[in-house]
């Protein structure tokens, strides 16, 4: 379902602009021939990328009122990523369109025809649209360079995280200068269209979305504050689990969300699922894996006491579900949120059966004992897949272990490749999208 939502929320952002964009046209628009055809697609492509544009940098402020509809913040950067790219290859159309036609006629390619002439505006003062058009263009020009830079080390993976939210902190930047150029430059009888007011909402909520992000405001009026209260390496795995006591409000969490944490160093803050209940007790426990350069660094450089700032909880990976019992996979430190769900389990109890997967490489015993122990309580199956032994998880595997497996709902976290692979086969083998669950877990 939550694959459904986003790809039908993306395809209605994308195909909603580019029909109030047709909407827009005055009639024969596209066949007034070719000069005055490319500069209604100039239009259309640059309105399609600052739209586009808009809508991302809107859910990189992170309204939480768009979680449920969504299906999580988690989900939100899936989109928001979509939303980028989409950005990008309008925004590169647009630039195509307006240098095309120059390039055409130095490489001789083939012949353009001329310019219709048309009357010059007679200078009567200053004229903002008129005076600044020309700025306008080449910073938007420059500005465009600068998405395509930014947009690139985003998807390098091996760009280091720290230095990925530092070169993304631009973005807002470059999205002021692009809705600066477009603001001048745009045929102004676009806003009196029906694109016009939606297009002006489009930048004003884009404006302060990034103003905000500016003035490092996301997220602040969800910000708790503490210290660090107790830390446990796992050798076997290298997993720690970080304990904060909290020191101001926190508005309590359900197991399987997340929040933002800052450890009050010089890495921004890092997304981290929350592995404890929330008892009223100002507890907060964080396990994580040394997957990257940080996380590997936090069992040398954390200590007791150290400041830290939270911000949350986000997500809506809830364990709510239609079907009669549930299967629950986690991949490698994946497993953290269904820690959560057993602690949560051993207070309240459980109404359905359910199977826990525990798929990892490094087998810890002490990481492993309280898992076993909590399931053991809670009356859960839990099922260990040593891959170093038993090789990969797989449906076959699942299948075996539980033959009912389709008349569960299944929630999954873990690597996206792993997760792919199970939903496709599961989905493939009739189970109904609606009752897979996964978590999102790359965050860029």
């Not at 009122?65 to 913040?73: D, V």
């Not at 029906?194 to 405001?217: H, M, Q, S």
């Amino acid at each position: 379902m939550q694959f459904t939502r986003l790809t039908a929320t993306f395809a209605l952002v994308v195909l909603g602009l580019a029909a109030l964009w047709a909407l827009s046209l005055a009639p024969g628009a596209l066949s007034q021939g070719f000069w005055a055809t490319r500069t209604t697609l100039v239009y259309g492509t640059g309105v399609m990328a600052l739209g586009l544009m808009s809508v991302g940098i809107i859910l990189a402020a992170r309204p939480v009122w768009f979680e449920t509809p969504l299906g999580g913040l988690d989900k939100f950067y899936r989109l928001h990523k979509w939303l980028g790219l989409s950005a990008l290859g309008f925004a590169l159309a647009h630039w195509v369109l307006r240098k095309g036609p120059s390039w055409i006629t130095e490489l001789g390619l083939f012949a353009i025809p001329p310019k219709p002439p048309h009357a010059k505006d007679v200078p009567t003062g200053f004229d903002v649209f008129r005076d600044l058009r020309d700025f306008a263009a080449e910073i938007g020009e420059w500005a465009l360079y600068l998405l395509v830079a930014l947009v690139a080390l985003a998807l390098w993976k091996r760009f280091p995280y720290k230095y990925f939210f530092k070169t993304h902190r631009l973005m807002p930047m470059v999205y002021l200068v692009l809705v600066f150029h477009a603001f001048i430059l745009i045929d102004r009888s676009y806003w009196t269209q029906p694109l016009g007011p939606v297009l002006a909402l489009l930048l004003a909520a884009g404006t302060l979305a990034a103003l905000i992000a500016l003035f490092r405001k996301i997220g602040s009026g969800r910000q708790a504050s503490g210290k660090i209260a107790t830390l446990r390496l796992y050798e076997g795995n290298q997993v720690l689990d970080v304990g904060v006591r909290l020191e101001t409000a926190w508005r309590g969490h359900e197991a399987g969300q997340f929040a933002f944490v800052n450890f009050d160093d010089i890495e921004d803050a890092h997304p981290f699922t929350i592995s404890s209940t929330w008892q009223n007790d100002g507890m907060l426990l964080f396990t994580i894996k040394g997957l990257g350069d940080y996380t590997r660094s936090l069992a040398g450089s954390l200590r007791l006491g150290q400041g830290v700032v939270v911000e949350g909880p986000y997500g809506r990976f809830d364990f709510h579900g239609d079907a009669g019992r549930q299967i629950w996979i986690g991949g490698g430190v994946g497993v953290t949120p269904f820690i959560a769900r057993l602690r949560d389990l051993a207070r309240v109890g459980r109404s359905e059966p359910v199977d826990l997967f525990y798929a990892t490489n490094v087998p810890d015993t002490a990481f492993i004992a309280p898992i076993r122990q909590l399931a053991l309580q809670t009356g859960i199956s839990f099922h260990l897949v040593d891959g170093s032994q038993d090789g990969r998880l797989t449906l076959e595997s699942l299948a075996a272990t539980v033959p009912d497996w389709k008349q569960a709902d299944i929630w999954f976290c873990g690597p996206s490749g792993f997760g792919d692979a199970m939903r496709g086969a599961m989905i493939a083998q009739g189970l109904p999208k609606a009752r897979f669950h996964q978590e999102l877990f790359e965050m860029r």
